[in-house]
């Protein structure tokens, strides 16, 4: 039995100075983990596309927003950015199977290891593109990531029903 955990939806990114699982189901998105080995502080996004529209450069749905965020929350925690280490996962094409250099999650991947070199911080893991998503588990006191593939028709399953819309009665 491991920490408790915290499950991530799109937009979202969460950081934990207490042990938890930071859980997230990948497609053609992206999720960084960023790890501080020193404070054991741990934390991850999920951003949906590379590029904000105009205006949206903020919103961490999208790669700018998501990337400043888990940094500066980081940072607030207590984490120091030369201490920290990063793992990449996502940027499959789970539509068509079929992989197009430009594509939205080739631009994902690239957005997410571009942002992170000119950071300075290292990947020291990662798991981007092919045609599966994945299921990251993130060990925010270990630093360790478990990464389970699924085929696209069971991606759906394992997802599980989407959330209740609260402005739905």
Known sequence: ???????????????ACEPATLVTLVGSCVAVCLWDPVTRIGGMNH?????APAGAEADPRFGPGAMRALFAAMAAAGALQGRLVAKCFGGAHVL????VA???PARNAAFALATLARAG???VARDLGGARARRVRFRTDTGQVA???YRPAA??????????DPTRP
Do not use: K, N, Q
């Not at 951003?47 to 590029?51: D, G, K, Q, S, V």
């Open 1 to 15: 039995m491991g920490p408790p955990e915290r499950p991530l939806t799109v937009g979202e990114v969460v950081v």
């Open 47 to 51: 951003f949906l596309l590379a590029e």
């Open 96 to 99: 068509d199977g079929v992989a």
């Open 102 to 104: 430009d594509g939205v």
């Open 121 to 123: 911080v290292p990947v």
């Open 147 to 149: 990464v389970t593939r």
């Open 155 to 164: 991606a759906a399953a394992a997802a599980g029903p989407p959330p209740a």
